[in-house]
């Protein structure tokens, strides 16, 4: 599976971005799907992740309330909606699949793939 982050952009607090992760080669639907977001100088740390089906999302309680994930599996893509951004959300973000039974959503490790990241900046 290939996957590609897309969405990212310069935006100031306060405001909004929808990130979109595409996948290609693969069923699609047979993953769960994590966002990760790493600053400069610091570790990748995840966002949000939802399942396969029925849907069901998690997130970190960093953007708890303020991001929303969501997946359209006909077409192959996740979306992040981030709303009320902030200038700590600045980083690198990327869309990753998995598809161990009992994951934990929040461990990189249980990732296979990875897209290429897109960066997101919010100016205070």
């Known amino acids: 599976v290939q996957l590609q982050a897309s969405g990212g952009g310069l935006v100031q607090a306060g405001g909004s971005l929808r990130l979109s992760c595409t996948a290609s080669?693969?069923?699609?639907?047979?993953?769960?799907v994590g966002w990760f977001r790493q600053a400069p100088g610091k570790e990748r740390d995840y966002v949000a992740a939802?399942?396969?089906?029925?849907?069901?999302?998690d997130y970190a309680d960093s953007v708890k309330g303020r991001f929303t994930i969501s997946r359209n599996n006909a077409k192959n893509m996740v979306y992040l909606q981030m709303n009320s951004l902030k200038p700590e959300d600045t980083a690198v973000y990327y869309c990753?699949?998995?598809?161990?039974?009992?994951?934990?959503?929040?461990?990189?490790?249980?990732?296979?793939?990875w897209g290429q990241g897109t960066q997101v900046t919010v100016s205070s």
């Open positions: 939802i399942t396969w089906s029925p849907d069901s999302t």
């Open positions: 080669g693969g069923t699609f639907s047979n993953y769960y």
């Open positions: 990753a699949a998995g598809a161990r039974y009992f994951p934990s959503y929040y461990r990189s490790s249980d990732y296979l793939y």
